[in-house]
Every structure is written in structure tokens, then in C-alpha cells.
């Protein structure tokens, strides 16, 4: 049955009946020319008996050899067919089991399995590289669907909380329509309608991210953070967070709207979730060592297990130690996964870091530029 989206195409000899093919006529063709060459030299034999002197006997004439060597040739070359025949079958299904084995792993990979892996044994030559490749492909295939499995759930489960609440609020307010509310009912609505707002628009931003081509532009790191930090909101009013700047020339090629949003959010990610009172953050900008234009983003804050630190970055992840400014509202979950996208879509590498004394280090390397 021909699988959808595929045109069906006629019958056609197998890969390894082909080869088999190819070996045996390559060495009836050796055979062949060999042998005409062998009959080109008796063209130079006189085509006579010779009668030899001493001895008395004689030396074969042209014909003679012709009839012994036509007849051994033939049979030679029919020889040669049927070694080419049976040898080129057995060598063409040693050669060809491991696509045998990548075949298999394709069909099973066609049918939903991701879990299962190739390890093709013997030295590194071209089917090797091909078997490790699909390896690789398989296991970033399973990674990714594991991921949206768990981007599917979370995001279901945060959309559906906000409706949640404003049913309830509802079903309250109607219960006891003398004592309600209407102010504060009002002001519960708004609230959990603008984190609705704010979540569906950050899903938006994320899947454009992923779909979206990127403008290419030179860009300082150190000039989209200053643009960062003065329209950041989360840095202002009582309660604050202290702001440590340190901002040195990182020249890069990107889209400039995006990294704004990838700073923004470090930003906002490293004040909410801060102390309630005497936190810091830390913003720098430069090369490293290595002249990768860097940006860093570190904050005070509870200290946070190693062991969670790397999926902070994944959708809707929160740290149960991480504390949220009271004064702050919460976010969309999304604010990370937003810098780990637009991270990957410049080629950049993110490095999430917990702080000795609690808190969390943010740092984007860039190619450079």
C-alpha cells in the first residue's frame, strides 16, 4: 500500500540483486578482455605444424591452440559468471544488512516509535555516519515531541486555571447577589482577564518564534540592554530591586526587536523574582574569552536546586524556591522559554546558573558577529 502523499512507482530490481548484477558482469568483462588479449598473441603463431629438429616432435600451429584455448575460455568466462553471480549476492547482503538495520528503524520511527536507536557496530565509514545520524535525527525527534507533549498539557492546564477562577467568581457572585461585591468582583475579573491577555499573546510570540524567518542586522548587546533597562517597569517604584550595570561594546547580527524582547525578559525574570526588600541584579554586557559577545543577567533571590535549574527555560516551569515579588504580578510562565527561543534563532547558546547565595545567573553567548 503506498503511503499518503507518496506517488506509486512501478517495480523495479532490488538494490542488492543489482549489485549482484553489476559484480558479475564486471568480472566477465575482465575475463573476456583477458582472454582476447590472450587470443590477439596467437595471432602471431605461424598457422602450420612446425616440425621440430630435435626430438623429433612438433610445435602446435595457430588452429591447434585456437581449438584448446575458444573452447577453455568459454568455459572459464561461464566459470567467472557464476562466482560473479553467487559472490556478488553474498557480498551485496553484507554490505547492505545495515541498511537492512536503518530501514527497520525508519519503518518503526514511521509507526510513532522514537525510542529505538540503530548503534550500528564497525568502523566509521559512510553507512556508520549514516546510521549515527539517524540516531541523532530519532533522538532529537523523541526530545521534541516530548517537549510538546509537555508544552500541550502545561499550556492546557494555565489556560484553563484563568477560566476556572472567573466561573467561580461568576457562581459566587450569583449565589448571593444582596453581599457581592461589584467593585472587587470587577477587579478580580480585569486581573485574571489580562493574565489570559498576556499568557495567549506570549504563546503567540512563541510560536512565531519557532516559524518565523529572522532579520539579520548588526546589533550591540550593550545598546539594547540600556533600551531594556529604561522601559523596563519592573525596575521601578518601592521595593525595587538595586541595579548594577556594567555594559561594554558586544556587537552581533540579529533581529533587534527580539533581542530587546530576550533582554526584557531577563530583565523582568530577574526582578520578579527577587528579595521583597534589598535585592540586586546584575546586567553585563562584553567578549569573553573566547570573543563571543555575552550578556548576563544575575539576581539575588531563594536559592534554587541545581537539579531544576536546566528546565526553568522549558514553558510554564516555576521553581517552587523561587520566590515572586509581592508588589509583582505573576507572568505567563513563558518569559524564559521566550529567551530560549530567541537565544536559539540567533545561534546563541543560554546558560541557566544558580547563585551560591541564592538566585539566579542568565547568560546568552552569541556567535560572533
Known sequence: ????????????????????????????????????????????????????????????????????????????????????LVGGWLLAGRMLRPLDRIGAAAALAAQGSLAHRIDLEGPDDELRRLADTFDMMLARLEQSFAEQRRFTANASH????????????????????????????????????????????????????????????????AGVLREAVAASSDLDGPGAPDLVVALEEAPVRGDAVLLGQLAGNLLGNAARHNLASGGQVWVRTGLDERRR?????????????????????????????????????????????????????????????PRTDGGLVATVRFPPA
Open 1 to 84: 500500500m503506498t503511503a499518503p502523499g507518496l506517488r506509486r512507482r512501478r517495480a523495479g530490481l532490488s538494490v542488492r540483486l543489482r549489485l549482484t548484477l553489476s559484480y558479475a558482469g564486471f568480472l566477465v568483462l575482465a575475463g573476456t578482455a583477458l582472454f582476447a588479449a590472450l587470443l590477439l598473441v596467437l595471432r602471431y603463431v605461424p598457422d602450420e605444424n612446425l616440425m621440430v629438429q630435435d626430438g623429433g616432435g612438433f610445435a602446435p600451429s595457430r588452429s591447434d591452440l585456437l581449438d584448446v584455448a575458444v573452447p577453455l575460455s568459454a568455459a572459464a568466462i561461464g566459470f567467472l559468471a557464476l562466482v560473479g
Open 158 to 221: 494555565e489556560l484553563r486555571t484563568p477560566n476556572t477562577v472567573i466561573k467561580a467568581l461568576l457562581e459566587v457572585a450569583q449565589a448571593d447577589p444582596e453581599g457581592r461585591d461589584v467593585d472587587r468582583l470587577l477587579r478580580r475579573l480585569q486581573e485574571t482577564n489580562d493574565r489570559s491577555i498576556v499568557m495567549v499573546e506570549s504563546l503567540l510570540q512563541l510560536a512565531r518564534l519557532d516559524h518565523e524567518g529572522l532579520r539579520s542586522e548588526r546589533v550591540d548587546l
Open 293 to 353: 559577545p555575552t550578556l548576563v543577567v544575575e539576581n539575588t533571590g531563594a536559592p534554587i536546586d541545581p537539579a531544576v535549574v536546566p528546565t526553568l527555560a522549558e514553558p510554564f516551569v516555576r521553581a517552587d524556591a523561587r520566590t515572586r515579588r509581592p508588589d509583582r504580578a505573576a507572568g505567563s510562565g513563558l518569559g524564559l522559554s521566550i529567551v530560549a527561543s530567541v537565544a536559539r534563532a540567533h545561534g546563541a547558546e543560554l546558560l541557566l546558573t
